[in-house]
């Protein structure tokens, strides 16, 4: 069975700190790692895709990493507008496996 | 932009009511899935479909029922609405098994 846990569950930060979410799985035969953002009240939101241990992605202040156990969402000098939960899923078997969520609060 | 449109953001109905939850996609998606969110658990997989009149249960499909006649529409049907049926009920698409899931924004869903 395939399993996703992110921590912490809940991140305060100083505008400007910076800081990383973890994903930890285990998955048979990974074929693909999200990052998903979600505002309160509203669906889930694509990041990223990660394939493969080593890669990396980046998007503004985002950046995605992935070994074989674990992907980081690395938050650089994060803004008061990056506040939201943050998702991670693996895709293993047919169907995807949800983390429940790190939710990041970001003070001005 | 892949779009995925669910039918109302925000539903209120009685108990024992049949709801009907509307859910379409305009990316010739293969897959279609139907989640419930509630704090504290997470995303629960309801019900997902890989095809047209396709089906198949997830992990929590006990009280719901789904209805797929085209591609591009997933209907989430509660039989006989019960009040820990009130949620969050989000759907989404996919296309390749290694992409990712296209979400809408979800109806939030109250049960009297």
């Known amino acids: 069975e395939d399993q996703v846990t992110q921590s912490p569950e809940a991140l305060r930060l100083q505008e400007g700190e910076s800081s990383s979410l973890n994903c930890s799985y285990t998955?048979?035969?990974?074929?693909?790692l999200f990052w998903y953002r979600q505002d309160p009240g509203k669906g889930p939101e694509f990041l990223f895709t990660?394939?493969?241990a080593g890669e990396e992605k980046e998007k503004e202040r985002l950046k995605a990493t992935l070994t074989k156990k674990e992907s980081f969402l690395h938050i650089t000098a994060p803004k008061p507008e990056d506040s939201a939960t943050y998702l991670c899923?693996?895709?293993?078997?047919?169907?995807?496996?949800f983390g429940r969520g790190t939710s990041l609060i970001v003070h001005p | 932009d892949v779009k995925v449109t669910q039918s109302s953001r925000y539903l209120v109905k009685r108990t024992g009511e049949k709801v009907f939850l509307e859910c379409v996609q305009d990316?010739?998606?293969?897959?279609m899935f139907w989640y419930r969110q509630d704090p504290g658990l997470g995303l629960r997989l309801i019900y997902f479909?890989?095809?047209?009149?396709?089906?198949e249960k997830g992990d929590i499909p006990e009280g719901y029922s789904v209805s797929r006649e085209k591609k591009e529409r997933f209907s989430l049907i509660l039989e006989s609405a019960s009040t820990n049926q009130t949620s969050m009920y989000l759907c989404?698409?996919?296309?390749?098994?290694?992409?990712?899931?296209?979400f809408g924004d979800g109806t939030r869903l109250s049960i009297l």
């Open positions: 998955v048979s035969g990974l074929r693909g």
């Open positions: 989404a698409s996919s296309g390749e098994r290694n992409q990712p899931q296209h």
């Open positions: 899923a693996v895709q293993g078997s047919y169907i995807p496996t």
């Open positions: 990660l394939y493969s």
């Open positions: 990316m010739d998606h293969e897959n």
């Open positions: 479909s890989y095809d047209v009149k396709m089906k």
